[in-house]
């Protein structure tokens, strides 16, 4: 579900509408340690040119040595590198691991079409090639699928890209955005109060005015999403809070102390909100990492979004009363 694989299908698209020959390179199999997981996706093109990865060192370069020598695979085939030690120590794997690729050419690019517009309804999807016949299909998954390979079907995730929708367009908002779109996040940013959206400036970012509890009706919240609310506002924290709960976004955060939190809680529970709903609240927000600057806390902040995301248990959180005070 690496939105980098989104990313490698749309520049294949690309280079097939430009025509040019495209190859789409998938890791079917590692053993020992390798830098990129089954299902990571490269696509190469005719002249050697490549976007993605499968290894990060240098089973690309050999891809493409093997391309631009006439090398130029007509049906899917499976590649295996690192059978030997010496074969690992030249291709640059890592502690001996071995690697298996399958190579397939991309003719029809249709189910790639079908596969972008779908995650781009924030759907995720499968593709299944039958490396016997060549043949692509696409199908709806749920999560906790993931990629598996029976020895003739491959079948990869697709999925949306993970979304933060930030409440509050302050200072920390600011720095939060911007190091949310350095880990591919597609970010909004919600704040109806005129003196803050006015002075929004984070390129690529989307931005909205509507009323917090509004818009996260609107976007629909699903697994992909988290949701962080830094106002020190309860008339705008709280409302998008009272939606964002209910929601399956993976995250819900809100700044503030251990006292105010428990405050917040204690608003929450005056509503439809149930005890399970309330505790799914991360409060007070982010990891405790010792920083105070604005800088520091988004950081702790998206350590915290990181860990939640990839089910790692949290443990470095605040101690009993600490507090943050940041204008945000």
Not at 208 to 225: C, F, G, N, R, V
Not at 285 to 313: K, T, W
Request: charged share 25%; proline share 5%; aromatic share 6%.
């Amino acid at each position: 579900m690496d939105s980098l694989d989104l990313q490698v299908l749309t520049q294949a698209r690309q280079w097939r509408a430009d025509g040019h020959a495209v190859w789409l390179v998938t890791v079917l199999e590692t053993w020992g340690s390798a830098p990129r997981p089954p299902g990571a996706l490269l696509a190469m093109r005719d002249d050697g040119l490549v976007v993605g990865s499968v290894s990060g060192g240098c089973v690309e370069d050999d891809l493409i040595e093997r391309v631009r020598t006439g090398e130029r695979v007509a049906r899917p085939q499976l590649i295996t590198y690192g059978v030997t030690k010496e074969e690992a120590a030249r291709f640059g794997l890592p502690c001996g691991g071995n690697l298996r690729l399958v190579q397939e050419p991309l003719q029809d690019t249709a189910w790639v079409d079908e596969v972008l517009e779908r995650t781009q309804r924030h759907e995720l999807v499968a593709r299944l090639l039958d490396l016997d016949t060549g043949t692509v299909q696409v199908e709806a998954a749920s999560r906790g699928d993931g990629f598996a390979f029976d020895g003739r079907c491959l079948r990869a995730l697709f999925g949306p890209r993970w979304r933060l929708l930030i409440i509050g367009a302050g200072q920390l908002s600011r720095v939060l955005a911007q190091m949310a779109l350095a880990l591919d996040f597609e970010v909004t940013c919600c704040d109806p109060r005129e003196e803050y959206h006015l002075t929004w400036d984070v390129p690529g970012t989307q931005f909205s005015k509507a009323m917090p509890d509004d818009l996260a009706l609107e976007m629909q919240l699903d697994p992909h999403s988290a949701v962080v609310a830094v106002t020190h506002d309860p008339k705008l924290d709280d409302m998008v809070l009272l939606e964002a709960l209910k929601s399956p976004a993976f995250y819900v955060g809100a700044l503030g102390s251990r006292s105010n939190t428990a405050k917040r809680r204690e608003r929450l529970a005056m509503f439809d909100l149930s005890p399970t709903e309330i505790d799914r609240l991360h409060g007070p927000i982010g990891l405790n990492l010792g920083g105070n600057s604005p800088a520091e806390i988004a950081v702790s902040i998206l350590a915290e979004i990181i860990a939640v995301r990839h089910g790692v248990g949290v443990t470095q959180k605040k101690p009993v009363g600490a507090a943050v005070s940041v204008s945000a």
